[in-house]
């Protein structure tokens, strides 16, 4: 096998079998391979070496499957969570299994289960755009079908990604919007679109308090700075509700892990980063704010938690004993997405 081994190094990613025998590969070897689990297949005549699947991160993994199913399925456009993947843009924090190819030639659809799923849908010109040799919607008609069919805070966080990175602008999203007049879950992007803030600087942000929005908690201002009474800079809250004095974070995994170490993650890099949060909290406690704070196991396990706890400090706090100052970020919706979209209903009313 070690022929097979050196020969799967000079394929790409993803090959067939004409790529295969170009490599000295023939179809009773790629079976061969099959069988001894060095060579993985995606679909009808599209393989992946095993180790570069192995070696994939689920985000990669996905990338693999999309250029699989796209090169079975030449007259579809990858497109919704598979077209996002491309461009960079957060997946939904339950990945898809299959790939999402939108067609205008065929009413028909890809059963779930299998590699692709086909939508039927009209392809301008103007929303399909190549990329790495890959036909993708573009980026503005890829976030409002993710508004359109996925959960709401994926979708968010999509929209949100995309607007941050300066890939599209909101009129582009709304241009959109219109030609997608009468399309099925349309309300669902328009719910959405009211709900943007691209000042959000993670995903985990988005995804967070758009959930929490759909249990009743109004949206808080996202990036504000807090200073102190003599103007000293204590830091930059992910969110925070001015009328109970509350901050709001939510906790990455990255925030303790050293995502900023170039050298990677260390116990004692770990450690310095909690230290530095807790003191960083404890100054802004001082200026009279209340802190709450999720990471994403509690805020999936159990979200009405951590809304009764937002409910509580906000109870507790109030912004007239706040003695420093609040700088909101420079960089805004030109709308005022925050006015217009109304929590489904008020979280704990009855506290």
């Known amino acids: 096998m070690l022929h097979v081994t050196g020969a799967l190094g000079g394929l790409p990613p993803?090959?067939?079998?004409?790529?295969?025998?170009?490599?000295?590969?023939?179809?009773?070897?790629?079976?061969?391979?099959?069988?001894?689990?060095?060579?993985?297949?995606?679909?009808?005549?599209?393989?992946?070496?095993?180790a570069?699947?192995?070696?994939?991160?689920?985000?990669?993994?996905?990338?693999?499957?999309?250029?699989?199913?796209?090169?079975?399925?030449?007259?579809?456009?990858?497109?919704?969570?598979?077209?996002?993947?491309?461009?960079?843009?957060?997946?939904p924090l339950t990945i898809p299994s299959w790939v999402a190819l939108t067609t205008d030639r065929s009413a028909a659809t890809g059963l779930p289960g299998g590699l692709a799923r086909l939508e039927p849908g009209l392809l301008p010109a103007h929303h399909v755009q190549t990329r790495n040799g890959l036909r993708l919607t573009s980026v503005a008609r890829t976030v409002i079908d993710c508004m359109r069919e996925l959960p709401l805070p994926d979708a968010v966080a999509i929209a949100d990604a995309a607007l941050r990175r300066g890939l599209i602008v909101e009129a582009e999203l709304s241009a959109v919007r219109r030609e997608q007049r009468g399309w099925p879950f349309i309300t669902a992007a328009d719910t959405g679109l009211q709900l943007l803030d691209p000042s959000r600087e993670t995903w985990f942000e988005s995804w967070s308090f758009i959930r929490l929005w759909q249990l009743g908690v109004d949206l808080p201002e996202s990036q504000v700075s807090v200073h102190d009474h003599r103007g000293r800079f204590l830091g930059r809250v992910d969110g925070?509700?001015?009328?109970?004095?509350?901050v709001a974070e939510a906790d990455g995994r990255g925030k303790y892990l050293g995502q900023f170490d170039p050298n990677g993650a260390s116990a004692e890099a770990a450690a310095l980063s909690v230290v530095a949060e807790k003191i960083r909290e404890d100054r802004m406690r001082d200026c009279g704010l209340e802190f709450v704070r999720w990471d994403l196991a509690e805020i999936q396990r159990d979200p009405g938690n951590v809304a009764e706890h937002i409910t509580h400090a906000r109870?507790?706090?109030?912004?007239?004993?706040?003695?420093?100052?609040?700088?909101?970020?420079?960089?805004?919706?030109?709308?005022?997405p925050l006015a217009a979209a109304k929590p489904p209903f008020r979280a704990l009313e009855a506290c």
């Open 14 to 50: 993803v090959f067939d079998l004409r790529q295969a025998a170009t490599a000295g590969l023939s179809s009773r070897v790629v079976e061969r391979a099959l069988r001894g689990q060095l060579v993985r297949r995606l679909g009808r005549g599209m393989f992946v070496a095993e």
């Open 240 to 246: 925070l509700w001015r009328d109970g004095a509350t």
């Open 52 to 91: 570069v699947w192995r070696e994939s991160s689920p985000r990669d993994r996905h990338l693999l499957i999309t250029v699989a199913a796209a090169r079975l399925r030449p007259w579809a456009v990858a497109s919704h969570h598979s077209a996002a993947c491309q461009f960079g843009l957060p997946l």
């Open 315 to 336: 109870q507790r706090g109030n912004i007239s004993r706040f003695t420093g100052r609040l700088v909101p970020p420079t960089a805004r919706l030109t709308t005022a």
